[in-house]
Each structure stands twice: as structure tokens, then as C-alpha cells.
């Protein structure tokens, strides 16, 4: 089995539960990082890759693979997923 | 001809202050015509405050994002009740209604947020979360 997809996101972002929803109905085994509940040294860290990973600080971003998909994308999702 | 100033009320949420309309006293109701929010006036030695009588509630940021959209002739689109749900749940974890798509907690991001006060609807066609949208 590949790497298990990873999302960063925001634990009150109504589009980051919309991916997190999406993946769950798909079965999708994922990890997952609410990067506004850590603890300051960890969130900076997170903040830190998400920033390498996309250039800007928005969220969710999930890492399929060498797929980086930022904000939610049922259609990208779908084919990073091959769904 | 009158040289004094204005008066004005400081407003809580968007920390700017707009001009005291004239019947208006001590206890009034008022909507702040900058972010929407309902305050009630109080004079202070420093001049005109304006508190937040549903400080926290969802009635409060309900009525603010309605009284905003009105102001600015915004409207809503079906992802409204999900992103009121993010700011309440930023007003549990965070304090206040912040913005549910950002990680910043300061009054700047203070639903309606800076941005979006300073025109990013009427620029962009809605706010960073989608929230506010430009009418068609």
C-alpha cells in the first residue's frame, strides 16, 4: 500500500470538513493535521510545510502522493484518488 | 456655525469610529454602519463606546453578518450556515468570531475581516471564505 494521503487543515474551516467528508465516503484512510489546534511549536512547524508545500497558508491542502491539492476539489481529489 | 467636532462612537468589532447621529443617547441601540454589529451606546470620560449586548452569542454574529450584507448590499450563497457553524466554533476555541478559513485570531480578522471591509467582495466577488458575495 502507497502513503496514506495527508491533510492539513483548519478545524473550523467548512471546506476542510467538506474534504475530510469526501474522503471518508470514498473509505480513503487518511491522515489528518487540525493545524489550528496544535500546541505553538508544532503549529508553527505545520504552518512551516504548508507554506514549503504551496507557497501561501490556505487551506485544507492534501498530499496524494507527489499531489498537492489545495482547498477543496471533489474533481482533483477524484483523480489524484483514481476514484 | 458650530467648530466643535463631531462626536463619535467607538466601535468594539472593527475598532473604528463612526459619527453619533443626532436623537441618539445613552442606552440607544445602534448598527454600527462600518461591520454591521448592534451595539448599545455608553459615554465614557474618553467619549462614545458602543457595547456588545450579545457578546459571544450566535444571535450576535447572525445579526452582524445580515446587518453587514444589508449595508453593503452583499448576499449569501448555500455555504452560509456551515461557515456560521466555523465561527462559532473560533468563538469557542479562540475567543471571538474570527475568520473560519484563517488561522489569525486578532480583531483584524474579526468577522467581517479587514479585508473584506476594505473591499476584497466588490473586488474579488466574495470574501476570502466565500461568506459575503457580491450581488449579481
Known amino acids: 500500500m502507497k502513503e496514506k494521503p495527508k ?8 471546506y476542510c470538513k467538506r474534504t475530510k467528508r469526501f474522503l471518508e ?3 480513503i484512510v487518511y491522515d489528518c493535521v487540525d493545524v489550528d489546534l496544535l500546541a505553538d511549536n508544532k503549529q508553527d512547524e505545520a504552518l512551516e510545510e504548508v507554506e514549503k508545500l504551496t507557497g501561501r497558508r490556505s487551506f485544507p491542502v492534501v498530499i496524494i502522493g507527489k499531489e498537492i491539492i489545495v482547498g477543496h476539489d471533489e ?3 477524484r483523480k489524484a484518488l483514481k476514484l | 456655525m458650530s467648530d466643535a467636532k463631531p462626536e463619535r462612537v ?3 468589532v472593527c475598532l473604528a469610529r463612526f459619527k453619533f447621529q443626532e436623537g441618539w443617547k445613552e442606552g440607544s441601540t445602534v448598527t454600527c454602519p462600518i461591520c454591521g454589529q448592534k451595539l448599545t451606546l455608553r459615554r465614557t470620560p474618553e467619549g462614545w463606546v458602543g457595547d456588545r449586548p450579545d457578546k459571544g452569542t450566535e444571535k450576535e454574529i447572525r445579526e452582524r453578518a445580515e446587518a453587514y450584507a444589508r449595508l453593503k448590499g452583499y448576499v449569501f450563497n448555500e455555504m452560509k450556515e456551515e461557515i456560521l457553524q466555523g465561527l462559532l466554533g473560533k468563538n469557542r476555541r479562540f475567543g471571538d468570531f474570527y475568520c473560519p478559513c484563517r488561522m489569525e485570531h486578532t480583531p483584524e480578522f474579526q468577522c467581517p475581516c479587514k479585508p473584506t471591509r476594505g473591499g476584497d467582495v466588490d473586488r474579488n466577488g466574495k470574501c476570502y471564505c466565500g461568506f459575503f458575495w457580491k450581488s449579481q
Open chain 1, 7 to 14: 491533510v492539513y487543515a483548519l478545524s473550523t474551516c467548512p
Open chain 2, 10 to 12: 467607538y466601535c468594539p
Open chain 1, 75 to 77: 474533481d482533483k481529489l
Open chain 1, 25 to 27: 465516503e470514498h473509505k
